[in-house]
């Protein structure tokens, strides 16, 4: 740690602090970047390209402080890289299975609030691969923040701009005679109807498991464009319906349809803040049997949702509940957590757009892993790299049993959306 920079003391912003809270005996806080390179990656490499940049992300030495007055990120005084990276000496190289259950024991461990929230653990694979797993407490980083992260501290090239714009440009949202036409309409969408109880809704214990699965992102762009309409975005969102149909039908047998919660960031280009993202929600027609019939009901449904700017707005309203009253702001995202609203959340986060090394080694694939929620036993993130969308699921496996079945369901279904538009 440079001695000489200036220590922080940089107060959470209130979504940090709501992010903080959710964490329990049986929640872990952070999400997880996994980055697969072709080649052996060693600590001390690690070590030595972490400590030469390390200053381009001064809150990645911070540990968090309780004041009277609210959640700090201080400087630690004691901050040492030492502690935030680990590689299992001598260890047997895993297969991709083994990888999975590396990462999920990662997982169920509580990141130490007494240091920076953050951890690296590397791990030889198969074929002379690595790979990195990257624990970041969410209140320091969303997907988006985590992303950037990456990219000032590990890629080869951290000056040349490798991230791709929010896929969801912000709106004007100090409308107010258009926020007030639509409120009505919003409020509807969101909370106008009780919804089937969730086959993911379940008493959340310590266990995790996790899936991975990749597919073409020049292919499933597209097969996106034969539906008029139809973005990149709504065809992972149909592949995930296909993905859910296949195991719901395996394990449940009666289908109907599931309720998603679709994040939708809203950082601009160069805000520094830390957690910036809004949501919206949407039922997948799971019942549909046609890859191209369900792709075309997911564009109906998310081409009103931003029509409508109903992530943005969402946004604002909860800011102006909490400034007329916490405690009103706070029922009301209670009840839009409930499993009856939502049964999972699917995030797409944007990565590198051109290829990336790390250390001279070529990267070959780039996850996001994101905590499930109490009553929520299911989570399901993609992440961007070059030509290919890595899916990262997540599940308390009491509830959500046999996740590789689901994991190998995602490949299948979107390789059938791609075949069903050529």
Not at 174 to 182: I, L, Q, T
Not at 310 to 328: C, F, I, T
Not at 340 to 362: D, I, K, T
Request: with cysteine; net charge negative.
């Amino acid at each position: 740690m440079d001695d000489h920079a200036a220590p922080l003391a940089q107060p959470l912003a209130p979504e940090d602090v709501a992010i903080l809270s959710l964490e329990s005996d049986t929640i872990v806080g952070h999400v997880c970047r996994v980055i697969l390179v072709d080649g052996q990656l060693t600590r001390e490499a690690l070590l030595n390209r972490l400590a030469g940049h390390i200053g381009h992300t001064p809150l990645l030495t911070c540990r968090l402080e309780e004041r009277p007055d609210g959640y700090f990120w201080v400087t630690d005084p004691h901050f040492d890289l030492e502690n935030h990276v680990s590689a299992p000496p001598m260890q047997t190289p895993l297969d991709r299975n083994e990888l999975c259950d590396a990462i999920a024991q990662l997982f169920e461990q509580h990141l130490d609030r007494s240091r920076p929230l953050w951890s690296i653990s590397l791990f030889a694979l198969e074929g002379g691969a690595s790979a990195l797993v990257w624990r970041i407490h969410h209140a320091l980083a969303d997907g988006t923040t985590a992303a950037k992260f990456a990219e000032r501290l590990l890629w080869d090239s951290p000056d040349k701009p490798v991230m791709s714009a929010s896929s969801h440009a912000r709106h004007d949202v100090d409308d107010s005679a258009r926020r007030r036409n639509h409120l009505a309409a919003l409020l509807t969408r969101e909370f106008g109807r009780q919804h089937g109880s969730s086959p993911f809704d379940g008493a959340v214990g310590t266990k995790r498991e996790i899936g991975l699965a990749e597919t073409s992102l020049t292919n499933l762009r597209q097969a996106a464009k034969a539906i008029h309409g139809a973005t990149v975005n709504d065809a992972i969102l149909a592949v995930v319906a296909g993905a859910l149909r296949h195991w719901i039908e395996h394990h449940h047998g009666r289908l109907n349809n599931v309720r998603v919660r679709v994040p939708v960031s809203l950082h601009s280009e160069h805000d520094e803040a830390l957690n910036r993202d809004s949501y919206f929600s949407l039922e997948l027609p799971l019942r549909e049997v046609d890859p191209l019939a369900r792709l075309r009901a997911v564009q109906r449904a998310t081409s009103r949702r931003k029509a409508e700017a109903d992530a943005e707005h969402l946004e604002v309203l909860y800011h102006e509940l909490a400034a007329v009253s916490p405690r009103l702001r706070q029922f009301a995202a209670s009840l839009e957590d409930s499993p009856r609203r939502f049964a999972l959340s699917v995030s797409n986060v944007p990565g590198p757009r051109l290829p990336v090394s790390m250390l001279g080694l070529p990267v070959t694939g780039i996850f996001g892993i994101a905590e499930i929620g109490e009553r929520h036993a299911l989570r399901i993130s993609v992440h961007s790299h070059a030509d290919q969308l890595c899916f990262g699921l997540c599940a308390d496996p009491q509830l959500v049993p046999d996740l590789q079945r689901m994991a190998s369901a995602v490949s299948e279904e979107a390789e059938a959306l791609v075949a069903a538009t050529r």
